[in-house]
C-alpha cells in the first residue's frame, strides 16, 4: 500500500491495520509534506522502516508506529527529515535493537514511547540531541516510556545521558534490581514524575534523588511511583532531597 496523497491540506491520516510490511523512500507522497501533523501507522505489520522513509513529511508533528508485533530492530535515520515531531510511539512492538543514531535529527521530539518491546540494553548516545532543538524555548525530550522493557540490573546514569530537560521518566516493569546513586544526576532540576513500580528493587542508595553529592538542591520530582518492588524496609535517608513531592506509591511491597 503507498500512502494516498491526499487533499493538499489533509492534517491527520489514519492508516491503522493495513498490512504495509515495510516502509520504504517514494512511499509518502510530498504533496503531504506541508500540510500532515499526524500519521497512524499501528498495528501494520511493519517490519523494515528504511532510512529517509519519511523525509517528504517534514511538517509532521505526530506519529505512531506502535503495535507493530513484526518490528524488531530500528537502525540508523530511521526518522530523518521530521524535524518538527513532538510525539512518537512505538509501544507494544517487539524491538530489541536500536541504533545510537535511530532517533537523530528529532530536535523538535517532547514525548517518546519505548514501552512493552524487548529492548535490553540502550545504546550510549541514543537520546543525544533527541528534543534539542525544539521550538518554543524547549530543550530536551519530556517524557521517555521505557516501562515494560526487559532493561534488567541497574539503572545508571550512562542510560539516560543527554535528557537533562525530562519531566516524566517511566522504567516501571522492567525488571531492575537497582539504582545506581548517579543514574539521576542531571534530571532532578526537571524531572517532576517518576515511575519505577513493578520491579525488583530492595533498597534506595542514599542521596539518588539529589541533584548533587552536598544534597544542596533539592529534586523537583512531584510524583514518585516504587509499587510493585521488594523494598522490605526503607531507609531514613532514601527520600532525602524530595521536598516538593506530593504524591509517593509504595504499596504492594515486601
Not at 58 to 73: E, K, M, Y
Amino acid at each position: 500500500l503507498r500512502a494516498p496523497a491526499g487533499p493538499a491540506r489533509t492534517e491527520v491520516l489514519q492508516l491503522a491495520e493495513n498490512w504495509l510490511g515495510e516502509l520504504r523512500v517514494g512511499q509518502f507522497s510530498p504533496d503531504l509534506g506541508s500540510s500532515l501533523r499526524e500519521l497512524v501507522l499501528a498495528n501494520c505489520q511493519i517490519a523494515r522502516i528504511e532510512p529517509g522513509a519519511f523525509e517528504p513529511l517534514h511538517s509532521l508533528r505526530t506519529l505512531d508506529l506502535g503495535q507493530n508485533a513484526t518490528l524488531v530492530s530500528l537502525g540508523p535515520d530511521c526518522f530523518r527529515g521530521l524535524h518538527n515531531l513532538r510525539e512518537l510511539s512505538l509501544s507494544g512492538c517487539q524491538i530489541s535493537s536500536l541504533n545510537a543514531a535511530t532517533f537523530s535529527g528529532l530536535v523538535a521530539l517532547k514525548c517518546l514511547s519505548l514501552a512493552d518491546n524487548r529492548i535490553a540494553s540502550v545504546p550510549q548516545g541514543l537520546f543525544k540531541g533527541v528534543g534539542v532543538g525544539g521550538g518554543g524555548g524547549g530543550g530536551s525530550l519530556e517524557k521517555l516510556v521505557l516501562s515494560g522493557n526487559p532493561l534488567g540490573g541497574t539503572l545508571t546514569a550512562s542510560q539516560l545521558a543527554g535528557l537533562g530537560g525530562l519531566k516524566e521518566l517511566h522504567v516501571g516493569n522492567c525488571g531492575l534490581v537497582s539504582v545506581a546513586p548517579s543514574a539521576l544526576k542531571g534530571l532532578m532540576l526537571s524531572l517532576r514524575v517518576l515511575n519505577l513500580s513493578g520491579n525488583q528493587i530492595k533498597s534506595l542508595p542514599s542521596g539518588v534523588f539529589n541533584e548533587n553529592s552536598s544534597g544542596s538542591s533539592s529534586s523537583s520530582i512531584r510524583e514518585l511511583d516504587l509499587s510493585g518492588n521488594r523494598m522490605g524496609a526503607v531507609a531514613a535517608h532514601a527520600f532525602a532531597g524530595l521536598q516538593r513531592l506530593q504524591r509517593l506509591q509504595l504499596d504492594h511491597n515486601e
